[in-house]
């Protein structure tokens, strides 16, 4: 039988000293400019995705995502420019 000192009866989560590290590290200026920073990583990712069509990648790990995103980056330059060298033939 558990008696009422035991620690078990304590209403805090087990986890509940991680969390006050996460508080803690949230508060730094550090972690703001990481934030920052992987919003803006996100944001490339999902304008890739929804633009692009580059919905799910096909090469597997960070060389294969990295190839994968280079040669979409490629794809939409050319897109451009051909989009752009029409608009100069009907303007002739």
């Known amino acids: 039988m558990l008696s009422k000192d035991d620690s078990s009866s304590d209403p805090r989560s087990l ?20 934030r920052r920073d992987r919003k803006r990583v996100e944001m490339l990712f999902a304008h890739l995705k929804r633009v692009l069509r580059l919905g799910r990648l096909r090469l597997r790990g960070p060389r294969g995502a990295q190839f994968e995103f280079t040669l979409a ?3 939409r330059t050319f897109a ?10 009907r303007s002739r």
């Open 80 to 89: 451009g420019s051909q989009s752009w060298s029409h608009g100069l033939r």
């Open 73 to 75: 980056a490629i794809a």
């Open 15 to 34: 986890y509940e000293e991680a969390r006050d590290v996460a508080r803690a590290l949230a508060k730094t200026k550090a972690f703001e400019q990481s």
